[in-house]
């Protein structure tokens, strides 16, 4: 057990987590630091370009594993059904109105790609490798869990707008698409690709990562200021219990897959997450009923925390328990 | 100059469901419309701003000058998409230039 | 369509009153607005643009839907900013949907 | 508050002719104006975003508020500047404060 | 001959090209993947900055040479006479009309940079090096061909908006200038200088094109849906075609001045491709008749993407060829 | 004193200030060439970034110095005092108003972060070291000085805005949170933090201070070009005799403190500099009737150019002489 300590503080004390940290506490104080929205939209499409490319380069390396398909599924299969358990879990501990409930249960199910990026992060500091095509996986996670949780709410009767433009949407959504584009490009390319433009999404990777978290600190704090009041300690609650049970979700679906120490993790860390962009928007077009101070401030402002500061050394830990890694 | 009589249109709405709003525009036979940038805001639903957002977030501002004979089926199409959401409708009288153009 | 005469009012203001703008309004019971970004502008201090800029700087437009009879209270806060400052301040009649939100 | 009544001219045109637009304004002795970025819109000749795009590409939206009684010079201005180009111009009835500014 | 498609096989799969690529699918299939504005502005500012600092540093390292003003100058004539082939041209082959001619001539008169600048990295790619000055030369064929069109235009009795401030404005453009003044900051801090910045403007540059040329294919994609109709079969056979004949007089003249295979390569590239930046800006000023969906939709829809492909290896070999290299 | 010509001479062929300068050329010639504000805020939260992370690392390297905080105390002395100098200063040298004089001396008091970034770059192409701390100075250096302008203006019956918000909105204004935050980041995660995160905050720096400079240029070029007329020629000599007394306040400052000859350089640099951007904003808020053209183009335009070609390298000198290093 003290070792799931020692990492979570010599975790705590990287560059990544403090530079969140100090968005946090900015946002708390209420200083007036900003990062621009083209500044924020340029690192995040970068990040997505640069963890895309590198595990498309990885894959072209290690040569198409057999178990890609096994493991895209695997994560097809935990974005439908995490929502389900998501939505029972918020039935059971709050008083959230069904569609509050599903639309909540909507993030839970897909994914946050900079807590995937973050723990790479951890993985290489520990120089543990993990599967390339774990970010195919990440992709494949972002969609199916809006159609689980509007399921939900048709299932009650009530009308979810549910349109072929919003399906299209979804699926083309501009952060799944540069992902599996920048990961196809990297398996094309290969390790001479990214060679030659590793010292753009390698090199300055980390350094960009810290200025984005800053930038979700800030955001996270404003949220957290704001939603006072709106978020009970009950909804709080499962916002770190659900990264728990779904990090056990994934666990399993990894040890079945069979994957390393690192894909476990990651797969462990892809499950326990909460999307805070891609699926907002959607709710916002399917279920304009369900308050959105509510659900960004719970997958942004609460699991998002956990993972980055105690979630991921854990989800390690137990992974490298569980595979002898 | 040659100035006639226009209805000036102003919708704020949430950026997400801005291509609908547009094409429920479109589909009512509304010609012409420019979209502007929204930094932040208040309203029922609280505060909020722009900055530092990553996604499809905040606000944009839909402007559509029409001849006033069209206002109503245009805001019988605005108010559909507008309606379950956030966001506001107002209506200015105007004067525009060169009204074949609307 | 249901409409309700309503004021538009826009004040252009410089970007570092921002805050005490909106904090004056919404301590004199105003319950909604919008800030839009601006690029550049001329005045009577002279011509001035956003482009390169770091700091706080260059302005920004803060538009109010309000009841017709809330306009004095809100000009009355937005005056006393505006004031010592940079700035201008425009009222124009409008109509809006849905005015329970007002 | 002490209002006085002027016209709220906006005028959309293409970026590339931004500084033609006003100078023409300023040597038709307008003393203020404001430009607001665009982000995108639909008219006669399609519809375009400004997205993406790299030079002086979109439009932007020229906003003056003048006396009434100087509408006419100020239209003949942006008129002889907008006519051959992609853009509209629309002109509003306002109230100002601190009317001595325009 | 299959040295041709070994090279274009080669060209077509490098990260470069293939984000091209993922930008117009994206496009096509209707993505919302957008870059936004300032970051797209803050590429280009990067690119030409590097791109002028690289040129005029490797102008300090290899002496003046006695051929920069010959090439400028050959430089200047091709930039005002390929708008009047490019017309003539179109009239043959097309039906359209004079102004809209004249408008599409000027685009090919001048330059693309991005181009140039995709030329220079293949060039590195095989370690063929060439003339830092053609980044001058480069600068130096923006602006002539738009004066060329305008005398096209006002020679046929058409009023063409031409007044000081156009001519002043084209000269001292923002990519002018730039591209101008990083050459000359490069020619008086020379390797030193660029000794200091490597780090910024050399190793990180090909993976910051990558993603500038993700965004030029989301552009062109988006304009090649919206111009379905107006860019007719001629049209888009002019926009193969030409870059073809202005590459044959790029040859002549890089003969002619006596350049390096490298610079032959890029002399050819510079003839060969159309502005998509400048000139547009300038024609929306002084034709507003001409219709911009044509212009833009050859210039970067067609000609970009031919040049980019096949263009740039076709010209490589004849380059190699011609100068033995 | 020869050496002091030298040393100028070499200072003024680096990059960065050849970047600055094309800003001020493109600027005059009325280029169109911009950058945009989402850009140039980023490259300086990047800035700001690195310079507090950087100090931050040092004095964890170093170990935290018993003068840290007398060097603060110095630095708030200088900070709060400097106002005073200059408002007396101006009262003799020119006709400005009270509230004017008030508001030009608010940012003699405070600093500009690039121009002690530009003096730090100047020490490392040399090679000298320097403390850490002094970005520490930096931050408690910016707010002090308004506060003084303020009493100054109160003391003679004219009411300043001063309001509780308005000091909030000072001591948290973002550039000093994010100095002060990243300083805190730097000390915590040490060497060890610094080496994950150096390929971006340490080798691209400099170059992207060049562009940071070319935008500076920009600014101050164009703001040069609209005060014509404002600034009067007493005016213009102050902004350059007040950073010339300011350097050496700060001399004596660091000499008692006892710091380094880089250290040395950097307070006397920290005391010569005018702020432009936290100053500006609070004058808005806090003396509106005082006229911004002058303020602006005195710190951005004047002094902050003649801190850049001539001051930096004058102080230097000084600094060796005084320190015999
Ligand atoms: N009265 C108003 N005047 C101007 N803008 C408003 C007004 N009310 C709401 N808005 C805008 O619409 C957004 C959503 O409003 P609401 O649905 O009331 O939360 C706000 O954030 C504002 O940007
Ligand atoms: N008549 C006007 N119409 C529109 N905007 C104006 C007008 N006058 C001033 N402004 C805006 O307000 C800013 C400050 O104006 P001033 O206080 O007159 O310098 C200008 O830079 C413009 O952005
Ligand atoms: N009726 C309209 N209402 C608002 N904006 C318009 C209208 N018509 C045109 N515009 C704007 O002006 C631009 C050019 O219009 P057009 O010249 O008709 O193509 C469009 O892209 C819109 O941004
Ligand atoms: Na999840
Ligand atoms: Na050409
Ligand atoms: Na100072």
Redesign the interface.
Known sequence: MSSIFDLAASNLISPIILSFALGLMAAWARSDL????AI??GM?IYLLFAIGFKGGASVAAHGVDAKLLTAVGAGVVLSFGLPLVAFTLLKIMTKLSKIDAAAIAAHYGSISIVTFVAATSVLEGRAISSEGYLVAVAAAMEAPAILSALWLVARGGTNA?MDD?LIREIMLNGSIVLLVGAFVIGMITGEKGLAEIAPFIVSPFKGVLCLFLL?MG??AG?GLR?AKGVVTLPIVAFGILMPLIGATFGLAAALLVGLSTGGVLLLMVLAASAS???V???M??AL??AN??IYLTLSLGITFPFNLTLGIPLYLTVAQMVTGG | ?D?HT?K?V?I?I????E??L?AAL?KAGV?????????????????W?????????G???VIC?IRPERL?TL??AA?AV?E???G???????????AE?F
């Open positions: 900003t990062i621009p929205e924020a939209k995040s707008k433009g930038d800030l955001i404003r704001a805070y962009i891609a907002p928007a959607a916002r077009v304009p009923q959105p101070a | 100059m100035m226009a000036r102003e704020m949430e950026a997400p469901l291509k609908r547009t479109e010609t012409g419309f420019t979209v502007l940038p929204v930094l932040g805001g208040s309203g029922r639903s609280g505060r701003s722009r900055e530092g957002q990553v996604g499809r977030a606000m944009v501002a000058l109503d805001l019988d108010f507008v379950p959401h956030i506001v409708v107002s209506v200015t009288d105007a004067m525009v230039l060169r153009r």
